[in-house]
């Protein structure tokens, strides 16, 4: 009988699996391999249920369930967040050829297994023995990881790597994304260069690239991006951060033919499939948005990977079709996710609270009832200088304001609002062109935003010649004084810059950067991201469990 190793009959493994037979057929060949306790059920969410209540050695989960129900890769993300796998389980995957690609990437992010329908006994065998063997071999570094020790888990990958200990490409890996994480980005980059000299692999590559856009160099992540497509034209986590490249350029319509790419390419990732949508949106082709992103919640109703912001440039896209019954139906739909949403209250409820609001509007002023609509508009409106209202609220508050003259809203008070949000918003290209976008139905919205950001960036110049002068102190006040009047966190972050650069030379700094660190709580910390999407990193390893 084959063993995987010594201590496998002190193992318990959980099968996953919808398919009658073939979980049965898999438990057995389990069993037969040694396992001690094997235990399966059919549902993602049995499995949770099950997960919480006990540790697995090893998870075997199918990747496609019901549409009504999770898939195994959902699974596995919502396993990890909720911090239920511990590193030294073992999670493979079972696909079949036509998900193979996504599978692969996502169990290679992972640092876990897959296996390919139809599979023998000794096929499930290798991949568990090397899975295991892998395990044991890096537990020093998963349990500083554990225990939150992440520069000893760089320490102990490093000397892996250098001394091409066994699992060496995994410990480099690890190590450049704790790296990354730690903004130790020139550390990262030359980690990744090192691995790419000893052995060529995409997602080394694909480390310059991330290394080099959280450097700001975007011209040579695009490049390296570019290069890395030729070769590796399937590999959809380049689409992923390209796409983020060129909107950090302000490149809308090229993000948007990445984004679309990266669609096509996996078909039922519903994140891709928001992120196509939502650019779209952005882009003005809304009739492939409405596809998109109608896609994406007939795939993602039940997933915690939807987000409710489609829900909300859906409510958008129906109200221009002058679809009431549609518009209608999202506003329910919203109503009842803010119920279930209410109850654990926090940021999520907040943020699903503005969405549903927003529904609310348009629905009145679909029915004619301009002065409920301008009115719930309004609420909305003075919500945005609160710590959370974050960069979606901001682009769906333009985007229905935008569409208030035509129910008796003036331009002036049109213009006030717009201003307010884009020297908070609009602190970048990318951030701009966006709320532009969302603007379109109003032409003359284009030149109150760009103004506004203008303003921004302008004030930014100014502080950056007065520290190039030799006044520090001044351009930190300059900063710190517009970035509280504006609620800025750009501006109050490069208040930080300066003020951790010239320390010695700015009188009562320590009082100063006290304040920074209350007004960046107040502004809601860094620029958010342009894509708002919470996930994986394309191209990076699911570290945190």
Known sequence: MLTIDAQVHKANALVVDANPTSRSVVSQQLRDLGFGQVRHCLRPRDALGLVENRPFDLIVCDEAFDANDATGQELLEEMRRERLLPYSTVFVMLTSEATYQKVAEAAEAALDSYLIRPFSANALFERLREARHRKREMNPIFKALEENREDDAIALCMHRFRNRDRYWLYAARVAAELLL????????????????????????????????QAQGDLA??????????????QYADSYDVLGKVQMEQGKLDEALATYRTAAKATPGDIQRLQRSGTMSFFAGQMSEAKEQLERAWSLGQKSRLFDDFSLALLALLHFDLHDGKALAHIYDTL????????????????????????????????????AQGTHLARQLAEECNETDFDFEACSSVVAL???????????????????????????????????????????????????AHAEVSQLAE??????????????????LQNGRSWNNAKLVERAKLVGQRHRERIEGIDVLMQDVDRLMVKVGGPPPSTDGRPQRAAGGLVLHR
């Not at 090192?194 to 690239?209: D, E």
């Not at 049109?414 to 532009?436: K, N």
């Not at 100014?462 to 900063?479: C, F, I, V, Y």
């Open 335 to 370: 109503s009842l996710r803010l119920q279930r949403a209410s109850v654990a209250g926090g940021h999520k409820a907040r943020r699903l609270q503005r969405f549903t609001t927003l529904a609310e509007a348009l629905v009145q002023l679909h029915n004619g009832r301009s």
């Open 462 to 479: 100014r502080a950056m010649n007065l520290s190039l002068r030799g006044q520090p102190s001044q351009a930190m006040q300059l900063l």
């Open 220 to 233: 040579g992540a695009q490049n390296t991006l570019a290069g890395l497509i030729d070769q590796e034209p």
């Open 181 to 212: 994480s730690q903004n130790r980005n020139a550390e990262a980059r030359e980690l990744y260069d090192a691995v790419i000299a000893a052995k060529t692999v995409p997602w080394a590559r694909l480390g310059v690239a991330r290394a080099q």
């Open 401 to 451: 304001w935008s569409r208030l003259p035509d129910h008796g809203v003036g331009h002036d008070e049109v213009r006030t609002l717009f201003s307010t949000l884009a020297r908070r918003h609009a602190s970048a290209r990318s951030t701009t062109e966006m709320l532009v976008s969302a603007a379109r139905p109003l032409p003359e919205a284009d030149a109150w935003l760009r103004e």
